[in-house]
């Protein structure tokens, strides 16, 4: 059975989608990519497929829990709080102890280090130390290569392989991506061009779907309102959703 099952996903705003008729489907373990220039929609498609943005239509269906990791503004560290500190309190939002914290996964970092130190690709780290905490089937992370270096990418891709070898699911968002390095491409399209339907196609490496992404006037990334909203109550397709949705 597959992680997650993406049908006729839709999103729109202000009388246009920022995306539509998404079809995708993930396995155990499988790296998904979402990848177009800043501005075209990424953030509300991995939101979406995470199940934490409110469709317009279509479903999204995950066979487990979903977590994020490191999105801007909608899921960070809090500046003032250190990294142990960041693990206790999910072990305790989650209900779990916090001696726990002790055997936590931290890929390096140094749990003294605060919120406010911390460089992206540090981030992006200790995103997926908490998103692991909660035992999900699928995490989801934004800007794979934001403010990274390449020696920086390449060691995220790293822990995201061997997250993916543990069976996690991995959704994120990039500039571009190698599809050597994942099992499905989602590629959005120039925020400028008319909107026409997804196109499917297979690569030899990844299989690639083309989609719109979103409308010319700006709208980059979801606000966090709406996106935490969602997070508390995950999407539950179509119904509620239209034109007067946010971003």
Do not use: C, N
Not at 95 to 107: D, F, Q, V
Not at 115 to 120: C, D, E, I, K, R
Not at 169 to 196: F, H, K, W
């Amino acid at each position: 059975m597959p992680v997650l099952t993406v049908t006729g996903a839709g999103v729109r705003h202000r009388g246009r989608w920022l995306f539509r008729d998404l079809d995708a489907t993930a396995e155990r373990g499988e790296l998904v990519a979402v990848v177009g220039v800043p501005g075209s929609g990424r953030t509300t498609v991995v939101l979406a497929l995470a199940q934490r943005f409110r469709l317009s239509a279509g479903q999204v269906e995950l066979s487990g829990p979903a977590a994020l990791g490191h999105v801007p503004d909608v899921e960070q560290p809090e500046p003032v709080f250190s990294v142990a500190e960041h693990v206790r309190e999910r072990l305790a939002l989650l209900g779990r102890p916090a001696g726990e914290a002790s055997g936590a996964e931290l890929y390096g970092l140094d749990p003294a280090l605060k919120g406010w130190q911390l460089t992206p690709f540090q981030k992006q780290l200790l995103g997926l130390a908490l998103a692991r905490l909660a035992e999900p089937a699928l995490i989801a992370l934004d800007g794979l290569d934001d403010g990274l270096d390449s020696v920086e990418q390449a060691e995220l891709w790293r822990v995201l392989g061997e997250l993916a070898g543990t069976g996690v699911t991995v959704v994120m968002t990039a500039r571009e991506v190698d599809p050597e390095r994942v099992t499905t491409v989602i590629r959005l399209g120039d925020p400028q061009a008319p909107a026409r339907p997804p196109e499917r196609r297979e690569s030899a490496d990844a299989e690639v779907i083309d989609v719109d992404g979103a409308p010319p006037d700006g709208l980059a990334q979801a606000p966090k309102a709406e996106a935490e909203g969602a997070g508390e109550q995950p999407a539950a397709g179509a119904e509620g959703a239209g034109d007067g949705e946010k971003r």
